[in-house]
């Protein structure tokens, strides 16, 4: 690892001034993804805003009468052990305990995972299926325009993320086929139907710019919501990973049968 | 450099070193806890297991830096008393070890997941956690075997 500076700010303006008279920094949170990243060397940051101190950053509160909202540095073990993630939906728990391992689920934070956006992890599925708010250190934005290709966001330099919000799916369930080693997703589907009737299926772990939407999915889970319905309808034109695990054309199959399980596995939220 | 004031197996310790020590270098060179191990670099083996603040994290991917004011807990620092932690004398009683490169690791994170589940830890629980442990010699039916035994061996008491 190169050397580099290492500040833990107590609130988000002391971070984003630390941020800002940095040469090359990166936020750092749960340091799961970052810090093996830098001792491969593929990542060298002048600097290192540990972002953990911030208390406002921290949490899992119900918002209204229908939200949740998630603090950006919460890790994946503070999310998987909730009450009030799992009187809000449980598919929100279970695919944050189906991170990794425990070690890593201990560490690792929903707003490192977001701003990452690897092309196979669990929760860019989750922000998509839920089309949740992301807020930052100076906006809101929909889970729709975040995502913009492999390790891409439409966060810009020195943009925190500080939480996400939620809104109550009727009901909602994440499928994965993980990878054997690293429980990554080779292909993630996860499944939601709102109060209004509509349907998204987020799909991650197969598409070679990222997580993404199975549009025509949708459409047949709202004329009807049964595993049926994703049995032929066509599959979203992307363009498929195809890699030592596995190919772009099993991958696809593999969405098929991961969305009817998830649709399967749904359930109704409490409440 | 950095100042860092935490501490180890219950003793005060302060790190003054540059910001990119990570936590199993310090405790294998500076404090000569060897029992933590390095067995890989991409975070997955899970040799240099250790309990930050009560919970399982690998101390290869921590920066020291990270850990003002914690505590944490080696493999060294896990007996109390005279004779070897529960976790460990059930590793020796049922033979859950062969070259015993993994084992430290391995019992940290058995200790983690019996104060997690306790009496709920079944095999199937036991081997969903260990996603984060390799181990190269055994096929793991021992290790599985021994944490099993530990967690009703240790059934009402804190592990
Ligand atoms: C062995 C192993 C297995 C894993 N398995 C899985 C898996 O199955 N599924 C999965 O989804 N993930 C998996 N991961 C990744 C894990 O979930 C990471 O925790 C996560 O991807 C990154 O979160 P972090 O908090 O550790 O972020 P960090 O590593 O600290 O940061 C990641 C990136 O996000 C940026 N960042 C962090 N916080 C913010 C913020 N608040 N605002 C803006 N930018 C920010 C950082 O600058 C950095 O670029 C695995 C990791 C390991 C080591
Ligand atoms: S050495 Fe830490 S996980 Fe392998
Ligand atoms: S006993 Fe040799 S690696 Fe596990």
């Known amino acids: 690892m190169h050397e580099f500076d290492y500040f833990k700010p107590p609130n988000v303006e002391a971070a984003l001034k630390a941020a800002t008279e940095a040469d090359d920094p990166s936020f750092l949170s749960g340091g799961m993804t970052l810090l093996p990243t830098m001792k491969q060397r593929l990542a060298a940051p002048s600097t290192l805003v540990d972002v953990t101190g911030i208390e406002s950053l921290r949490g899992i509160e119900p918002r209204g009468e229908q939200g949740l909202w998630i603090g950006a540095a919460t890790t994946h073990f503070e999310v998987s052990a909730s009450e009030v993630v799992s ?73 925190m993320i500080t939480g996400f919000e939620f809104e109550r799916p009727n009901r909602a369930s994440y499928a994965k086929f993980p990878n054997p080693a690293s429980r990554y997703a080779v292909v993630g589907v996860f499944v939601a139907e709102f109060a209004n009737g509509s349907v998204r299926v987020a799909v991650t772990g197969a598409g070679s710019d990222g997580v993404f939407r199975w549009h025509a999915a949708e459409e047949a889970l709202v004329d009807e919501f049964s595993e049926r319905s994703v049995q032929n309808c066509p599959m979203e034109d992307v363009d498929m990973m195809s890699d030592i695990h596995a190919a772009a054309d099993y991958r696809a199959a593999l969405i098929r049968v991961m969305a009817r399980r998830a649709i399967i596995n749904t359930v109704r939220p409490k409440g | 450099m950095n100042k860092t004031r935490f501490t180890v197996n219950g003793r005060q310790v302060t790190c003054e070193a540059e910001g990119r020590t990570l936590l199993v270098d310090y405790l294998r060179q500076q404090l000569r806890l060897t029992g933590t191990h390095v067995g890989c670099d991409t975070t997955q083996c899970g040799a240099c297991m250790v309990h930050v603040d009560g919970k399982a994290m690998k101390s290869c991917t921590l920066l020291v830096a990270q850990l003002e004011g914690s505590d944490v807990t080696t493999i060294e620092g896990l007996a109390q008393g005279n004779g070897p932690h529960s976790v460990q004398a059930a590793f020796k009683e049922h033979h859950g070890l062969q070259c015993g490169f993994c084992t430290p690791g391995m019992i940290m994170s058995a200790v983690d997941m019996i104060r997690r589940h306790g009496e709920a830890l079944t095999e199937d629980v036991i081997r969903h956690d260990l996603e984060g442990n390799i181990c190269r010699c055994t096929g793991y039916v021992n290790i599985v075997k021994s944490i099993k035994a530990a967690a009703k061996d240790m059934s009402g008491q804190t592990p």
Do not use: Q, W
């Open chain 1, 87 to 159: 009187g809000f939906c449980s598919a929100v728990g279970t695919l944050a305990g189906g991170i990794g391992d425990p070690a890593v689920r201990h560490r690792g934070t929903i707003g490192g995972s977001v701003a990452n956006n690897d092309p196979a992890a669990d929760y860019p599925a989750l922000i998509l299926g839920m089309n949740a708010i992301v807020e930052t250190s100076k906006r809101t934005i929909r889970g729709d325009e975040f995502f913009v290709g492999m390790f891409e966001t439409a966060l810009t330099d020195g943009e």
